[in-house]
């Protein structure tokens, strides 16, 4: 079955950075998009970004542009998202998901992981 595993969040001061992980499992992932979704306190779930299957087109949401960048490694199954200038409102549980084509349909999806905590606080 699908497994993602989140990992990489944690505290960070406004202006800072971290490097989130997600490996998955239980499907083929070179021929999937994969995306990053958040989920900040009292908060739905937001889409934040998506990489495109094969060469890996990347697609992001404006409150991120400019300062997030997403990539993968098909060899490893692994979705990376590298965070800059973090400010407290990215403050949030991170989530990686994987969809055959197009952004996740964040309604239907299931297939979530444990996702990972990531604060921004100083």
């Known amino acids: 079955q699908v497994q993602l595993v989140e990992s990489g969040g944690g505290w960070v001061q406004p202006g800072g950075s971290l490097r989130l992980s997600c490996v998955a499992s239980?499907?083929?992932?070179?021929?999937?998009?994969m995306n990053w979704v958040r989920q900040a306190p009292g908060k739905g779930l937001e889409w934040i970004s998506a990489?495109?299957?094969?060469?890996?087109?990347?697609y992001y949401a404006d409150s991120v542009k400019g300062r997030f960048t997403i990539s993968r490694d098909n060899d490893k199954s692994t979705v990376y998202l590298q965070m800059n200038s973090l400010q407290p409102e990215d403050t949030a549980v991170y989530y990686c998901?994987?969809?055959?084509?197009?952004?996740?349909?964040?309604?239907?999806?299931?297939?979530w992981g444990q996702g990972t905590q990531v604060t921004v606080s100083s």
């Open positions: 990489i495109k299957d094969g060469v890996g087109s990347p």
């Open positions: 998901a994987h969809s055959i084509k197009g952004v996740v349909e964040l309604l239907t999806y299931s297939s």
């Open positions: 239980g499907f083929t992932f070179s021929k999937y998009w």
